[in-house]
C-alpha cells in the first residue's frame, strides 16, 4: 500500500497536481502548519468523494478530526 501526498494550497486551477508517493505516512517529513491531502491508494485518489486532510505537527503527519474536503 502507498500513500500520495500533496500540500492543499496546491490546489488552484491550471496547476499540474503533483503527488509524493511514500509506503508509510511517518516516512514523509511535513511542514509545521501545513495542511496536506492524503490518499491511501491509486483508487481512492480517482473515487474518493471525501478527501482527509493532514496537518504537519512537530515533524509529523497530524489527522484532523474536525475538517475534510468533498469533491464533486
Do not use: Q, W
Request: charged letters at 30%; glycine letters at 6%; one cysteine or more.
Amino acid at each position: 500500500m502507498s500513500y500520495y501526498i500533496k500540500p492543499v494550497d496546491e490546489l488552484k486551477p491550471g496547476r499540474l497536481a503533483v503527488y509524493r508517493v511514500v509506503k508509510r505516512l511517518r516516512d514523509f517529513k511535513p511542514e509545521n502548519g501545513v495542511e496536506y491531502m492524503v490518499f491511501p491508494s491509486k483508487k481512492a485518489m480517482k473515487t474518493a468523494f471525501f478527501i482527509d486532510l493532514y496537518c504537519g505537527k512537530n515533524g509529523k503527519l497530524v489527522k484532523l478530526k474536525n475538517k475534510s474536503m468533498m469533491r464533486f
